[in-house]
Every structure is written in C-alpha cells, then in structure tokens.
Nanobody
C-alpha cells in the first residue's frame, strides 16, 4: 500500500515562502512520476507542478518562476519550494504519484486523473 504524507504547510504573508514535503512510504520510490496539486475552497483541484523519473519538470502558468519542484529518491521525498507567495495561492496542497510500472515513469501530467495515489493534503494560507 503506497502512502503519501505531506507536510510544511502554514500561514504566511504575501511575498513569503514555504517549502512543502511529501514522503512516500509503502513502496520503493522509483519508477514514479510525482505531482503537486492544489484546491481552493469552491474551486476545482488544479495541477501545480510535476516531476518525472528523468527529473523533467512541468509547471502551471501560475507557478512558473515562483515554485520549484524537486525530488530526493534516496529519501523517498518530493518537495515544492514556493516563493513570492500570493493570496491566490491559498489552498489545500496535495501530492500525487503514478507508478510507471517496470519502466521509468516519464511525461508526468498536470491532470489529476492521471495519478494513482494521493496524500491527505497540507493547508497553505497566504494573507495580504
């Protein structure tokens, strides 16, 4: 059973920074594509950033230039470094994983239905 556990959320003022972490357990952390998603109250969940096994990253337009996704396979951990935070970044942030099977996972998607496993989320609140 693959489990994802996010941490690092909190309350910050606009312009501040946070780093989210997501630890993957219950499986060997390879051949996975990983993604960060967020959902604000009353809105649909949206993709924020992804990273595949080749360390190829993709970002939503809203995240480009401000957020950085990375992974440490030795620690089974995914990160999202968020800077220059804005009130509109306020949301519950989720990490997600898709197993690539016997091959290295590539071409991670920003579409949430592509992923197999989800964490419980960590709240990020940005005040103006």
């Amino acid at each position: 059973q693959v489990r994802l556990l996010e941490s690092g959320g909190g309350s910050v003022q606009a312009g501040g920074a946070l780093t989210l972490s997501c630890v993957v357990s219950g499986s060997v952390y390879n051949n996975y594509c990983m993604g960060w998603f967020r959902q604000a109250p009353g809105k649909q969940r949206e993709g924020v950033a992804t990273i595949d096994e080749n360390v190829i990253t993709t970002y939503a337009e809203s995240a480009k230039g401000r957020f950085t996704v990375s992974r440490d396979n030795a620690k089974n951990t995914l990160y999202l470094r968020m800077t220059s935070l804005k009130p509109e970044d306020t949301a519950m942030y989720y990490c997600a994983a898709k197993w690539g099977g016997l091959k290295r996972c590539s071409g991670a998607s920003l579409v949430d239905s592509w992923y197999n496993y989800w964490g419980q989320g960590t709240q990020v609140t940005v005040s103006s």
